[in-house]
């Protein structure tokens, strides 16, 4: 069983650019969540797909946007960076659908600076 | 303001030594809680999780933690931790089911041999 992948694994941007990070779910899981983990802080939750739509969002402005494609990855897009979104970006695939149970899979995340 | 707090930010023991990391909410009604540990140089990992019955939960690596509902609390124990121990660990909350982890600010565990 494959667990949740994402790449790329690092990634320096300048302020203003966008970036688009990916996520592949782990197999049968159909709920993607994205965090940002600023450096020191627990991971914040910015928003999560359950079946391609947007199904939650934390407090992050509207130039954090996603995706989530027939096959349950997805893409975490940032416009306009500024240099406090550097942070660590983990996305989280959970089976979904099952009242009580939602163990979320962790990948190994993405490390964005923003210079 | 709702939050999840972790009372110890950096906590350092020796092996054999006991632990208990604290972990309390502020949210009101049902929740369902977890403990994640990060090893070093290894992504979020889940420990152990409440969602209801028994309010002492064994987890993985000899971990357990206890619910306490009126303290609004789920503290994290193990009665001798090892080197190998050397994290960060995360308390999370869920206030519905299949929906946002809200996480406390993590405590990094230190064990010296």
């Known amino acids: 069983e494959t667990g949740v992948t994402q790449s790329p694994t690092h990634l320096i941007k300048t302020r203003g650019q966008q970036v688009t990070l990916r996520c592949s779910s782990q197999?049968?899981?159909?709920?993607v969540s994205w965090y940002q983990q600023a450096l020191g802080q627990g991971p914040q939750f910015i928003f999560q797909?359950?079946?391609?739509?947007?199904?939650g969002r934390g407090n992050f402005p509207p130039r954090f946007s996603g995706l989530q494609f027939p096959n349950y990855s997805s893409e975490l897009n940032v416009n306009a960076l500024e240099l406090d979104d550097s942070a660590l970006y983990l996305c989280?695939?959970?089976?979904?659908?099952?009242?009580?149970?939602?163990?979320?899979?962790f990948g190994p995340g993405t490390r964005l600076t923003v210079l | 303001a709702q939050s999840v707090s972790q009372h110890n930010h950096h906590v350092i023991l020796s092996e054999a030594a006991s632990l208990e990391l604290g972990c309390n909410y502020s949210y009101g009604g049902t929740v369902n809680l977890f403990w994640y540990v990060q090893y070093p140089g290894q992504h979020l990992q889940l420990l152990l999780k409440y969602f209801s019955g028994d309010p002492l939960v064994k987890g993985i690596k000899g971990f357990e933690a206890e619910f306490i509902k009126s303290k609004f609390s789920f503290n994290l124990r193990k009665p001798s931790v090892q080197w190998s121990d050397t994290a960060e660990y995360f308390c999370?909350?869920?206030?519905?089911?299949?929906?946002?982890?809200?996480f406390g600010k993590g405590t990094t565990l230190s064990v010296s041999s």
């Open positions: 197999s049968g899981h159909n709920t």
């Open positions: 989280a695939s959970s089976p979904g659908g099952q009242a009580g149970y939602n163990e979320q899979f």
């Open positions: 999370a909350v869920e206030r519905q089911a299949g929906t946002a982890l809200i």
């Open positions: 797909y359950y079946r391609e739509e947007e199904n």
